[in-house]
């Protein structure tokens, strides 16, 4: 799928007029579908034009694209990241109880600990303090195979009695790499 910048562009490169801004979108882009070459392959925005959605659009809309579009790179040599692979590979460690969590906070994180042995475990009062919302992320080896749906069922089943009281849950599961 082409966004308007794109498919000017393409139009734009296609004949030899220069690009006018268009006067009403929705006419134009669908007269310039029909002068669009047909490719077997789905076509994605450039980066020109990325940056042009970027800069159009509102600025905290924008820090999240920003952030979507970079890259990260390992800087480690393979010597580093074998010896960090086979430390890894041994036992994963528990993650340690953070001592900032309230009453409500740390009889979550008992529960999911109990159950899920967890390699990475979050739990956080999101409703400003009065507990009828929480943000839980959960890692552990007990999910591997399961899809996001069944992972969340898990957690669900887990922490039911208690989740009859809240507002909401938001909740993010994963498999450790």
């Not at 890259?71 to 528990?94: I, L, V």
């Not at 529960?111 to 890692?139: N, R």
Request: aromatic share 6%; charged share 20%.
């Amino acid at each position: 799928m082409l966004c308007r910048t794109c498919i000017r562009g393409s139009v734009a490169r296609q004949s030899s007029i220069p690009s006018a801004p268009l006067r009403t979108p929705s006419a134009s882009l669908r007269a310039s579908t029909f002068s669009l070459p047909q490719t077997s392959r789905p076509s994605f925005c450039s980066a020109a034009a990325i940056r042009t959605h970027v800069s159009r659009s509102p600025p905290i809309l924008r820090r999240s694209t920003v952030m979507l579009n970079q890259r990260t790179y390992s800087t480690s040599t393979p010597a580093e990241s074998q010896t960090s692979a086979t430390a890894s590979s041994e036992a994963p460690a528990a993650p340690e109880k953070p001592d900032f969590l309230n009453d409500a906070e740390s009889t979550i994180w008992d529960m999911l600990v109990a159950e899920f042995a967890p390699t990475e475990l979050v739990v956080q009062d999101i409703s400003g303090g009065c507990g009828s919302m929480y943000g839980i992320e959960i890692s552990s080896e007990k999910f591997r195979g399961a899809n996001m749906l069944k992972q969340q069922r898990m957690v669900n089943a887990v922490l039911g009695d208690l989740m009859k009281n809240w507002h909401g849950v938001q909740l993010k599961t994963r498999v450790p790499q």
